[in-house]
């Protein structure tokens, strides 16, 4: 049996796997902003295991992320209580067992490749569009690490000397900037669930479909998957990102342009994948 997390900021997940060796159902609850959150990770993995041994813990986690160490360095919109989480020394070292850690667009990018919609797919890119916006690669199956995580939320589409807004990473016309939910309610005045202006849609469906372009244009991805809050509104926007790319790439044939098929415990099965021999 193998313990999974899913840190959130705004809840947490947990579950373990169960008879075949998936996750089974996931207990929720809301993100602590004050207290010990290594033992608030450990008690919910405690509901869930109900006595039993773990064999490994595999945590989702959320950026910035300390790979190397396995720590969690100052997440935005986690309290300071995170900041620092030795995720060896508060869980690895209560149930005995190694810790396996990831952030979060990594492993759902893992997820959507193995057992999702990027499933068959060599390449996979997997875009998350929430109150931010960040990506994974997936090759052959495994994780495309380069020196620093991807920051796909930050490629430059509309530059500070054309007027583009400005970005909390201190830039300027960022995707995250221009298609994010944060971005979506500073520009459109509503939180995207709420929003229903079809040529607000329409812009955020062309600066994600430029995402696209230059996304396929640097790694000849087979399939770009999205997920994320945003997403929920899918429909009001991905004929236009489907447009821009066929009216932008010159590269054939085109990549797959899917939405994601898992649901809220997706980064769980992607760190899942973590796990040696899984």
Known sequence: MNGLVDIGGTKCLVSVTGDGGLP?????????TSGDPGDFLARMLDEVRDGAQL????????GP????????????????????????ATLGERFGCPVFAE?????????????????????????????????????DG??????????????????AHLGGP???????????????????RRRFGKPAEELDDPSAWAEVGRWLGLA?????ALLDCD?????GGVINAWERFDQELRRTVRESLFLQPLPEIREAELGVDRNAWGALTLVPGV
């Open 24 to 32: 089974g159902p996931p207990l929720v609850r809301p993100t602590p």
């Open 65 to 88: 992320f300390d790979r190397g160490r396995r720590r969690l360095l100052n997440p935005p919109g986690l309290s300071k209580a995170w900041h620092g989480l030795d995720l060896p």
């Open 212 to 216: 696209v372009v230059n996304t396929v």
């Open 55 to 62: 064999a490994a813990v595999a945590v989702s986690t959320p």
């Open 103 to 139: 952030n979060d667009a990594n492993c759902a990018a893992l997820a959507e490749a193995r057992f999702g919609a990027g499933r068959g797919f060599r390449t996979v890119v997997y875009y998350t569009v929430s109150t931010g916006i960040g990506a994974g690669v997936v090759r």
């Open 166 to 184: 400005s970005c909390h990473c201190g830039g300027h016309g960022c995707l995250e900037a221009l298609a994010s939910g944060n971005a979506i």
């Open 223 to 227: 399939v770009v998957v999205f997920g």
């Open 142 to 159: 495994n994780l495309v690490i380069a020196r620093h995580d991807t920051e796909a939320g930050h490629q430059v589409l509309w530059p």
